[in-house]
């Protein structure tokens, strides 16, 4: 540590300082710079999984831009700090990785992940086609549903209300509810 440029020169005091002053800034940018990002997606979907597919798009892009700028920030003012540029280099590394993961995960990996999560349990346990839009498109043929944008409608209240009703009926007969506990309207 004593052979580190800014050691050198501030010598030990002035080191410490600096090192504190140094954690805050970079507190206070990566802050700024993740908490200045709208994580919200266009509402203008047309196509069916466009709203998650720009998630993920969002997700991967501040992932890769956000991880190799910090990896870099940190892994060189480790060196001018410490004068190990090996130490410097992995440091950096861990910083790319581990803030690229953590800024992915913030601005919407963790939704996609819960996404095609939820749509493999429900495929596997034969509660929906895992490609689903094209069992939508098949409903709407049928006149079943409507399709707005890139979702879809009942075609009729009476319709909705009807399926829902079916679904109460099966898990009453499972016994996987109370029949106490449903209210209708």
Not at 48 to 72: E, S, W
Not at 73 to 99: E, Q, R, T
Not at 101 to 120: E, K, M, N, P, S
């Amino acid at each position: 540590m004593k052979n580190a440029p800014v050691f050198r020169l501030l010598g030990e005091k002035g080191f410490f300082l600096s090192e504190g002053v140094f954690w805050a800034l970079f507190g206070g940018v990566a802050a700024a710079l993740l908490g200045g990002l709208s994580s919200q997606v266009e509402a203008s979907k047309t196509v069916p999984n466009q709203g998650i597919l720009l998630t993920l798009r969002n997700a991967m892009l501040i992932g890769l831009g956000f991880g190799p700028l910090v990896g870099l920030l940190v892994g060189l003012l480790n060196g001018l700090f410490y004068g190990s540029w090996w130490n410097a280099l992995n440091i950096g590394l861990v910083f790319l990785i581990g803030m690229g993961t953590v800024a992915f995960g913030i601005y919407g990996g963790v939704d996609v992940i819960q996404h095609y999560t939820l749509r493999v349990i429900l495929w596997y346990r034969g509660h929906a086609p895992f490609i689903y839009f094209r069992f939508l498109n098949y409903a709407a043929e049928r006149i079943f549903l409507q399709r707005v944008g890139g979702g879809y409608i009942f075609i009729h209240r009476l319709l909705l209300e009807h399926f829902a009703a079916m679904n109460e009926t099966v898990a009453k007969s499972e016994g996987t509810i109370d029949a106490k506990a449903i209210e209708v309207n």
